[in-house]
């Protein structure tokens, strides 16, 4: 029922909250809240909460990438963040969530892969960054993207003595070059909608995740849903998505 009044408000041009279709709920981050973390960030989006943390290991590259540190994203949805998810391997939403992270970073060469090798060909700093749901109300996507950009621009990299790392003493910043931002717009008739609620997101039946660099091109895109999206279409949601992106990108301030 809460599913079928979403909708049918959202088809009159209205919204549960009173919100504009192309407004944002509060948004709230914050960084460096995880003390043994190279780098973490909360991010708050109404009553959605993640919270990202980056951990750096010494691992080998990838043999197609022998120059290259390494970087891996996961994302775990916690049964305390909401009725709908259960404990045990990642359910086929915590894995796109990851992946949809994980090609925005990187896709726009977020990180400077280069600078991380430690020895070449043979030692790397591999980045992981982990994702954690804490409080699911709908758009999980840019809260969870919002959250590891936010993790990654505080990220130092830990000293190496003796080959061992000495966590808590840092040798230099992370080399963070650019930062995306993951938008998603709704789709709900002709209409284009972002940051919904958990009850409108269950009521929408066609989104696009876009991730937007610094000068407005476009690194990665992911469709959901079963209603299709057209060419004009397209294009305007990719329109709808910059221009957000940059009230989005105020809020990431730089080191």
């Not at 993951?182 to 002709?190: D, R």
Request: with cysteine; net charge negative; charged share 35%.
């Amino acid at each position: 029922m809460e599913e079928k009044y979403a909708l049918e408000l959202m088809q009159k041009g209205k919204r549960i909250d009173e919100r504009e279709f192309d407004e944002f709920r509060k948004i709230e981050i914050k960084k460096n809240i995880i003390e043994k973390a190279e780098g973490s960030a909360s991010v708050k989006i109404g009553e959605t909460h993640v919270i990202a943390g980056v951990k750096l290991n010494i691992g080998t590259p990838f043999e197609d990438r022998p120059e290259e540190g390494v970087l891996i994203v996961n994302a775990e949805f916690t049964p305390l963040a909401s009725p709908d998810f259960e404990s045990g391997p990642p359910s086929e939403d915590a894995v796109e969530l990851a992946r949809v992270v994980d090609r925005g970073i990187r896709e726009s060469k977020c990180i400077k892969m280069e600078d991380l090798v430690i020895e070449p060909k043979e030692k790397v700093w591999s980045v992981f960054v982990d994702i954690h749901i804490i409080n699911h109300d709908g758009n999980l996507m840019n809260a969870a993207g919002l959250a590891a950009i936010a993790a990654l621009l505080n990220t130092k990299i830990p000293k190496i003595e003796d080959e061992k790392i000495v966590r808590g003493d840092y040798e230099k910043d992370l080399p963070v070059v650019h930062y995306p931002i993951n938008i998603t717009i709704c789709k709900v008739g002709k209409k284009y909608l972002i940051d919904p609620i958990l009850e409108e997101e269950n009521a929408i039946n066609s989104k696009l995740t876009i991730a937007v660099m610094e000068d407005d091109s476009i690194c990665a895109m992911q469709k959901q849903g079963s209603e299709g999206i057209v060419f004009e279409e397209l294009e305007d949601m990719i329109d709808l998505a910059i221009k957000k992106t940059k009230e989005l990108r105020k809020l990431i301030k730089c080191r």
